[in-house]
């Protein structure tokens, strides 16, 4: 498929590119609607089992764009947008029941750099960069930013890589819990694939009611989350893929998981 997102399926894995590389894959309105188009698609498709996004060229997302929807003419209503880009997006990528790999290429800024925040596990290429661009143009992280941030890195970080703006290397947002691991460059895509398809093998139900659980356990005490935990262990508990993995065990053999 050509155009500004890339959608490719690799054996169980939906591959999503940002596709505007001259302008470092910033989100335009239209990006952002192929985005959540191309993530409803992901979760109708039973055959895919995980999804990568990533970027094409040197970025990955260089957040909202500037030029096209933004800069010029009249102050747009930021709220509109949002509400029909990001806060859907974000919504569509927390709550779909598979696991979603962010492949961080290049500079991930303002909205790009949050985009990722929200997937399930982030990697970066050594030469990739974050930045809450945001303060630099007068406006605070949305894309979820002030959600996602204070729980990876903890407050105070949150709130200096907010209110600076600063460029954190890729190794300086690994160091503060941002993403999952660092790959060089030259095998990065290599990488990439290769996790998302080594997620795609591991039982689908177990992964969907993991996310749901990790995505309540933010607004949750402990005891609604032990309450939940154990209601999503009663359902794990009577799949095929939880007979097949004691088998497997059993049977000192890999476990083939279905679904
Ligand atoms: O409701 C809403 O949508 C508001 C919500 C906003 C959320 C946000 O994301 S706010 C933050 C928006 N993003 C930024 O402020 C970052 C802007 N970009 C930059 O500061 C720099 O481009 C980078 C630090 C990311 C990278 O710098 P560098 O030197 O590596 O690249 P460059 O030369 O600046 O950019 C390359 C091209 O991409 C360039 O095009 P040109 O001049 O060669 O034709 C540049 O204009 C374009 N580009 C980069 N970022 C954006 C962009 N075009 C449109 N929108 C961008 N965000």
């Given at each position: 498929?050509?155009?500004?997102?890339l959608?490719e399926?690799?054996?169980?894995?939906?591959?999503?590119?940002?596709?505007?590389?001259?302008?470092?894959?910033?989100?335009?309105l239209?990006?952002?609607?192929?985005?959540?188009?191309?993530?409803?698609?992901?979760a109708?498709?039973g055959a895919?089992r995980?999804?990568l996004?990533t970027?094409?060229?040197?970025?990955f997302?260089?957040?909202?764009?500037l030029?096209?929807?933004?800069?010029?003419?009249q102050?747009?209503?930021l709220?509109?947008?949002?509400?029909?880009?990001y806060?859907?997006?974000?919504?569509?990528?927390?709550?779909l029941?598979?696991?979603?790999?962010?492949?961080v290429?290049g500079?991930?800024?303002?909205a790009?750099?949050?985009?990722?925040?929200?997937?399930?596990i982030?990697?970066?290429?050594?030469?990739?960069?974050?930045?809450?661009?945001?303060?630099?143009i007068g406006?605070?992280?949305?894309a979820?930013g002030?959600?996602?941030l204070p729980?990876?890195?903890?407050?105070?970080?949150?709130?200096?890589?907010a209110m600076?703006?600063?460029?954190?290397?890729?190794?300086q947002?690994?160091?503060a819990?941002?993403v999952?691991k660092?790959f060089?460059?030259?095998v990065?895509?290599?990488?990439?694939?290769?996790l998302?398809?080594n997620l795609?093998?591991k039982?689908?139900?177990a992964?969907a009611?993991?996310?749901?659980a990790?995505?309540?356990?933010?607004g949750?005490?402990l005891?609604?989350?032990?309450n939940l935990?154990?209601?999503?262990q009663?359902?794990?508990?009577?799949t095929a893929?939880?007979a097949?993995g004691?088998q497997?065990?059993?049977?000192?053999?890999?476990?083939?998981f279905?679904?």
């Amino acid at each position: 498929m050509t155009g500004i997102l890339l959608s490719e399926t690799r054996g169980a894995v939906r591959i999503l590119t940002l596709n505007r590389p001259e302008r470092l894959n910033a989100m335009s309105l239209e990006l952002a609607r192929a985005l959540i188009a191309a993530f409803d698609a992901a979760a109708a498709d039973g055959a895919v089992r995980a999804v990568l996004l990533t970027g094409a060229g040197r970025g990955f997302c260089a957040g909202a764009d500037l030029v096209q929807d933004i800069g010029g003419g009249q102050a747009p209503d930021l709220g509109d947008i949002i509400d029909a880009t990001y806060n859907p997006l974000v919504r569509k990528m927390r709550a779909l029941a598979k696991p979603i790999v962010v492949a961080v290429n290049g500079v991930a800024a303002g909205a790009g750099m949050n985009l990722a925040l929200a997937g399930d596990i982030i990697i970066a290429a050594r030469s990739a960069n974050f930045t809450q661009a945001f303060v630099r143009i007068g406006l605070i992280p949305d894309a979820g930013g002030t959600y996602f941030l204070p729980r990876l890195v903890g407050e105070a970080r949150a709130r200096a890589m907010a209110m600076l703006g600063e460029t954190l290397t890729a190794a300086q947002a690994l160091e503060a819990g941002l993403v999952w691991k660092l790959f060089d460059d030259e095998v990065f895509a290599v990488e990439a694939l290769t996790l998302a398809t080594n997620l795609a093998a591991k039982p689908p139900r177990a992964l969907a009611a993991m996310k749901l659980a990790l995505n309540a356990s933010a607004g949750n005490g402990l005891e609604a989350q032990l309450n939940l935990e154990r209601d999503l262990q009663r359902e794990m508990g009577r799949t095929a893929d939880f007979a097949e993995g004691v088998q497997a065990f059993l049977e000192k053999r890999p476990a083939v998981f279905k679904g």
